[in-house]
């Protein structure tokens, strides 16, 4: 018996693609991959916006019923955020160099953060069927700056905390894929990804497994 699997990709710019040619970003190339796997039909629904902050996905999913409608059907989601939340503390950064910026952005990502998880897991709350959540922590576009450095450590490891609350949920280290690879992976801005990075990440995440789907 056929079966197809609803696939919800939600977040940031990492989700829409930015930084490569359209239909060669992360998402589409994790529902082929899924698809291959599953051997099964994957449709994919795509909800990502550039400039997307944990607190503005953390407000949509709590506001937008489609959104959540979507959410409770889907059997797997992937989620990326967090990386707007940084670049906003660095730009601030850069300006008059207080780190306390980042010590904001992080106290304000971290009930954002949490509060993203609990509602993906409540959304799903009286269905039967299995669903996994897909995320990844954070890299690094500025290697070169110690206090880049030190605090997407910082995000990260919160990230990969919060994560073992949730038994459906696995992280993808996209910080040590890009790690040593800016120059392979980056687009041009030197922020998003290009097509290969993109390609890279759908592998990782495929190595996460599809259990208990498949």
């Not at 041009?188 to 996460?208: C, I, K, S, T, W």
Request: hydrophobic share 40%.
């Amino acid at each position: 018996m056929k079966v197809v699997y609803i696939y919800a990709a939600i977040g940031d710019s990492l989700t829409a693609g930015v930084g490569a040619p359209e239909g060669f970003g992360f998402a589409p190339r994790y529902r082929h991959a899924a698809q291959e796997q599953l051997r099964q039909p994957v449709r994919l629904a795509t909800v990502g916006v550039s400039g997307m902050d944990s607190t503005g996905l953390a407000r949509l999913l709590r506001s937008d019923p489609e959104l959540r409608m979507l959410l409770r059907h889907a059997q797997l989601i992937s989620v990326t955020i967090g990386g707007n939340d940084l670049i906003a503390a660095a730009k601030a950064f850069l300006i008059d160099e207080d780190p306390a910026h980042f010590e904001r952005a992080l106290k304000t990502f971290k009930p954002c953060y949490e509060s993203i998880l609990r509602q993906l897991t409540e959304v799903r709350n009286g269905r039967d069927t299995p669903c996994i959540v897909r995320t990844a922590n954070l890299y690094n576009p500025f290697p070169g700056q110690p206090v880049a450095v030190r605090w997407v450590a910082r995000f990260n490891t919160y990230i990969q905390e919060c994560a073992k609350s949730y038994s459906n949920l696995a992280v993808a280290d996209l910080h040590r894929l890009v790690s040593g690879s800016e120059s392979r992976l980056l687009a041009p801005d030197r922020v998003h990804l290009n097509a290969r990075g993109y390609q890279r990440m759908a592998e990782l995440f495929d190595r996460l497994g599809y259990k208990p789907l498949g």
